[in-house]
């Protein structure tokens, strides 16, 4: 198997066109992995050089699938517009100076043309986070309002089979070109990524790519700014997790939860990470909720910590399926029992992002 060091040796026998240097001495090669038979990195450039350097990231992809046992190999090319510069990092704290620790960075870039920045977030896995984003996202839509739906989940990037979209989103006008499904403006971390590609995209190149999937997507234009953006993260409540959320602009967090009390430890640790930089949680969603699972365990758990319940949604075999299909129910049947309880959520969020 190829190491870290065969890796950059290869990478630096490709030139720079512009410097004329090996791509790592010209520092273009970033945030890289390589683990056993795969590799990849961000290929950075100046928004106006991309271009240019679209058959710099391919003659790299092809150097890294040419070493031997190399099977599995991704080069993002993300460019960095002068029109939208890259986040200020907060500095060092005097006292993490000391202990010699950098703190992480916090985002101060806003992505344009965006009013409302969401996160549907769950402390667990599998809880139907991503089903409540999609479905979220179409009932503020249903409000009337122009909704975008960007799906982080580095994880396992759902939201193109729960809206029935694919295929590389275009580049065009110094921006990525979000799909349009259902009235929704959608960009997914999957249609960057080759299925199997979850791994390496967990590191610094997942952080990478979704600031430029939030910063660079054409969201909306300055006499159609987009309402609400709502943001699909990844489950959990760790290192990833807490990165994206930092370098984020968010204004506020969902949070979803079954209600069980596994789920609901994970969601109390997930409040616990937007405290702890200071997003506010906007509110509790039980999913799954009736006597499979039970009920009223969310709507507890909220009160203990002084976070609106905003309701509950059933264990409902149509909402699966409607997942499954690429018709989200709230679309699929907008006079049903779940879209209206969909739209009461949305009533309450949408007031909250007003407000936040
Ligand atoms: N209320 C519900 N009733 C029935 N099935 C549901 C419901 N909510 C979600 N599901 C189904 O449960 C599965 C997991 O849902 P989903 O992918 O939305 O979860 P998730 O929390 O985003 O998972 P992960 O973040 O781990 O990818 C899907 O098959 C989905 O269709």
């Known amino acids: 198997m190829p190491d870290r060091s065969d890796v950059l040796a290869a990478l630096d026998a490709l030139r720079d066109p512009k410097t004329g240097r090996g791509l790592v001495e010209a520092g273009l090669v970033q945030g890289l992995v390589v683990a056993e038979d795969r590799a990849g990195f961000v290929l950075e450039v100046a ?14 992809e092809a150097a890294l699938r040419a070493l031997p046992g190399m099977t599995r190999v991704s080069v993002v090319l993300t460019t960095e517009s002068p029109a939208s510069p890259r986040p200020r990092t907060a500095g060092l704290s005097p006292e993490a100076q000391r202990q010699g620790r950098p703190q992480a960075p916090r985002a101060t870039e ?3 043309h965006v009013r409302r920045v969401l996160a549907v977030a769950s402390g667990k896995g599998g809880v139907g986070k991503s089903t409540v984003a999609v479905n979220l996202a179409l009932a503020l839509k249903a409000r009337g309002l122009s909704v975008g739906l960007l799906d982080a989940d580095v994880h ?7 809206l029935g979209i694919g295929g590389q989103p275009e580049y065009r006008d110094d921006a990525l070109q979000p799909k349009i499904a259902h009235g929704l403006k959608a960009m997914s971390v ?27 997507t054409a969201w ?11 943001v699909d993260l990844p489950p959990g409540t760790g290192d990833v997790q807490l990165t994206l959320i930092q370098k984020t602009p968010l204004d506020g967090a969902v949070i979803v ?5 596994v789920a609901l430890a994970d969601a109390r640790r997930a409040h616990t990470l937007f405290q702890r930089v200071e997003v506010p949680t906007l509110g509790l969603i039980e999913n799954m909720s009736g006597p499979v699972f039970g009920e009223g365990g969310t709507a507890r758990e909220a009160e203990r910590l002084g976070a609106p319940f905003l309701g509950a949604l ?14 989200p ?4 049947d907008p006079g049903g029992d779940v879209a209206k309880a969909f739209a009461a959520i949305a009533e309450q969020v949408a007031g909250a992002l007003e407000r936040a």
């Open 47 to 60: 928004a106006a050089d991309a271009a240019a350097y679209a058959p710099v990231r391919d003659a790299a």
């Open 257 to 261: 939860s079954t209600p069980q009390e």
């Open 329 to 332: 129910v709230v679309a699929a």
């Open 190 to 216: 999957g249609l960057l990524m080759k299925a199997d590609d979850a791994m390496i995209w967990r590191g610094p190149m997942a952080s990478q790519a979704l600031t430029q999937m939030l910063t660079q």
């Open 110 to 112: 806003r992505p344009a």
């Open 314 to 327: 059933p264990l409902d075999a149509a909402i699966r399926r409607g997942g499954d299909d690429g018709r």
């Open 220 to 230: 909306g234009t300055e006499d159609q700014p987009l309402d609400v953006l709502v």
């Open 156 to 162: 396992g990037p759902s939201i193109p089979t729960m």
